[in-house]
């Protein structure tokens, strides 16, 4: 039954919500739109705690600067960016072509400016990202962007991506890891909940200055670390490492 009304609360909100922002976009300038989108995340975290039993705790905030930063995230659930988003005023979010493709959907997200990639990667996803990323940062938005580019199952990394390195690099800014479990109570896109408290963690910044190997090193090591930190302690656990999937395998 906790499935099923937020299931229902999901799709009724984002319906809702989503016609209310596509309207509001014909507006000029960002701000209605974006209006909607942070009511939008708050209201998403509400029915995971009302309805779906998921309570989120978030931790480290303290430690996210001031400034404008680029969150590195862990991914293992549709309720990520939600948990994320709902935190902050303003976050430019990096997101595969796949959405731009649905009807309005394109029009929305380029006013909200979103960071929008070719899913195929390549040469033209890397020009895309830098310039859609060097505008965020002429607008002094915070920038979010999951390095391993998929959603993976609790335990689980793939390979990290260096669009993240390239930012840091050209920006100058601090990189703030965030890890998750959020996985364990939402994991991935399976209609399931289950009940629990799920934490969203915000790490030591990454200050700039780090040679690429360096800091992708840093980087991976602090997410996937203070992930199964996470994931051991909501399971009562130990500490187990996360397993690397290659591109195209499955996790069992």
Not at 173 to 193: I, M, S
Not at 202 to 210: E, R, S
Request: hydrophobic content about 45%.
């Amino acid at each position: 039954m906790r499935a099923f009304a937020f299931a229902l609360a999901y799709w009724v909100f984002s319906i809702a919500y989503s016609l209310m922002a596509i309207g509001l976009s014909l507006l000029p300038g960002r701000k209605p739109v974006l209006w909607v989108v942070q009511r939008y995340t708050r209201r998403m975290v509400w029915a995971m705690r009302v309805l779906a039993g998921i309570r989120l705790e978030v931790r480290g905030r303290h430690l996210v600067p001031d400034t404008p930063v680029i969150f590195a995230a862990k991914h293992q659930s549709w309720g990520d960016g939600f948990c994320l988003y709902s935190q902050f005023e303003d976050v430019a979010f990096v997101t595969g072509d796949h959405l731009a493709k649905f009807p309005l959907m394109g029009t929305l997200l380029r006013k909200l400016g979103a960071i929008v990639v070719n899913n195929c990667g390549g040469h033209e996803a890397r020009r895309s990202l830098s310039q859609r990323s060097a505008e965020a940062d002429r607008d002094g938005r915070h920038i979010l962007i999951y390095p391993e580019g998929h959603l993976n199952a609790p335990g689980t990394y793939r390979r990290y991506r260096s669009g993240v390195w390239h930012m840091y690099r050209n920006f100058n800014r601090p990189v703030v890891p965030v890890a998750t479990n959020l996985g364990l109570f939402w994991q991935e896109t399976q209609y399931r909940k289950t009940a629990g408290t799920a934490v969203l963690e915000f790490l030591d910044p990454i200050a700039p200055g780090l040679d690429k190997a360096q800091f992708m090193a840093v980087l991976q090591a602090r997410i996937e670390g203070r992930t199964q930190e996470l994931i051991a302690e909501a399971r009562g656990g130990p500490v187990e490492p996360s397993e690397l999937i290659t591109e195209g395998a499955v996790p069992a």
